[in-house]
Protein backbone atom coordinates (compact mmCIF):
# COMPACT_ATOMS: atom_id res chain seq x y z
CA UNK A 1 0.00 0.00 0.00
CA UNK A 2 1.46 3.35 -0.96
CA UNK A 3 2.11 6.02 1.70
CA UNK A 4 1.28 9.63 1.60
CA UNK A 5 4.39 11.52 2.45
CA UNK A 6 5.08 15.13 2.87
CA UNK A 7 8.21 17.25 2.04
CA UNK A 8 10.31 16.48 5.01
CA UNK A 9 10.12 13.20 4.95
CA UNK A 10 10.37 13.37 0.87
CA UNK A 11 14.22 15.28 1.88
CA UNK A 12 15.09 12.35 4.07
CA UNK A 13 14.04 9.36 2.14
CA UNK A 14 15.96 11.10 -0.71
CA UNK A 15 19.00 11.09 1.53
CA UNK A 16 18.49 7.29 2.40
CA UNK A 17 18.98 6.85 -1.67
CA UNK A 18 15.35 6.70 -2.52
CA UNK A 19 14.35 6.73 -6.07
CA UNK A 20 12.80 9.80 -6.87
CA UNK A 21 9.91 9.74 -9.84
CA UNK A 22 8.23 11.90 -11.32
CA UNK A 23 5.49 10.69 -13.05
CA UNK A 24 4.18 13.85 -14.89
CA UNK A 25 3.26 13.73 -18.79
CA UNK A 26 6.00 14.70 -20.99
CA UNK A 27 4.43 18.51 -21.79
CA UNK A 28 3.87 19.05 -18.34
CA UNK A 29 7.14 17.62 -17.34
CA UNK A 30 8.95 20.24 -19.29
CA UNK A 31 8.51 23.01 -17.05
CA UNK A 32 11.34 24.32 -14.59
CA UNK A 33 9.66 23.02 -11.07
CA UNK A 34 11.28 19.42 -11.41
CA UNK A 35 12.71 18.31 -8.14
CA UNK A 36 16.79 17.66 -8.85
CA UNK A 37 17.70 13.90 -8.67
CA UNK A 38 14.07 12.74 -10.16
CA UNK A 39 13.55 10.16 -12.87
CA UNK A 40 10.89 11.14 -15.41
CA UNK A 41 8.52 8.12 -15.88
CA UNK A 42 5.03 9.20 -17.17
CA UNK A 43 2.25 7.35 -15.88
CA UNK A 44 1.09 6.22 -18.73
CA UNK A 45 4.67 4.34 -18.74
CA UNK A 46 4.56 3.60 -15.30
CA UNK A 47 5.30 -0.77 -16.79
CA UNK A 48 8.37 0.57 -17.52
CA UNK A 49 9.34 0.63 -13.83
CA UNK A 50 9.03 -3.11 -12.72
CA UNK A 51 11.97 -3.95 -14.66
CA UNK A 52 13.95 -1.37 -12.69
CA UNK A 53 12.57 -2.58 -9.44
CA UNK A 54 15.70 -4.71 -8.36
CA UNK A 55 17.64 -2.41 -5.81
CA UNK A 56 15.64 -2.62 -2.50
CA UNK A 57 15.00 0.79 -2.03
CA UNK A 58 12.31 3.13 -1.46
CA UNK A 59 10.53 5.03 -4.61
CA UNK A 60 8.93 7.98 -4.07
CA UNK A 61 6.19 9.41 -6.60
CA UNK A 62 5.31 12.78 -7.53
CA UNK A 63 3.51 15.07 -9.97
CA UNK A 64 1.87 18.33 -9.86
CA UNK A 65 -0.99 17.92 -7.42
CA UNK A 66 -0.72 14.56 -6.23
CA UNK A 67 -2.72 12.57 -8.31
CA UNK A 68 -0.93 10.99 -10.72
CA UNK A 69 1.26 10.35 -8.19
CA UNK A 70 -0.68 8.56 -6.17
CA UNK A 71 -1.63 6.01 -8.70
CA UNK A 72 1.52 5.43 -9.49
CA UNK A 73 2.37 4.32 -6.22
CA UNK A 74 -0.79 2.01 -5.63
CA UNK A 75 0.14 0.74 -9.00
CA UNK A 76 3.73 0.20 -8.44
CA UNK A 77 2.89 -1.01 -4.89
CA UNK A 78 1.24 -4.27 -6.38
CA UNK A 79 4.50 -5.47 -8.43
CA UNK A 80 6.67 -5.67 -5.16
CA UNK A 81 7.17 -4.97 -1.69
CA UNK A 82 9.27 -2.26 -1.45
CA UNK A 83 8.45 1.13 0.32
CA UNK A 84 6.11 2.90 -1.96
CA UNK A 85 5.58 6.75 -1.51
CA UNK A 86 3.56 9.66 -3.06
CA UNK A 87 4.50 13.56 -1.95
CA UNK A 88 1.07 14.76 -1.23
CA UNK A 89 0.17 17.85 -2.84
CA UNK A 90 2.07 16.71 -5.63
CA UNK A 91 4.91 19.74 -6.44
CA UNK A 92 2.60 22.98 -5.23
CA UNK A 93 2.52 21.67 -1.73
CA UNK A 94 5.92 21.26 -1.83
CA UNK A 95 7.25 24.81 -3.56
CA UNK A 96 4.43 26.20 -1.39
CA UNK A 97 5.51 24.92 1.76
Do not use: N
Amino acid sequence: MAKEIYRGELESLIEHGALLVDVRETPEHGTDDALPGHTHLPLSRIAELRSRLTTPRPVVFYCRSGLLSFQAAEIAGTWTDQPMYYLAGGLLSYTDA
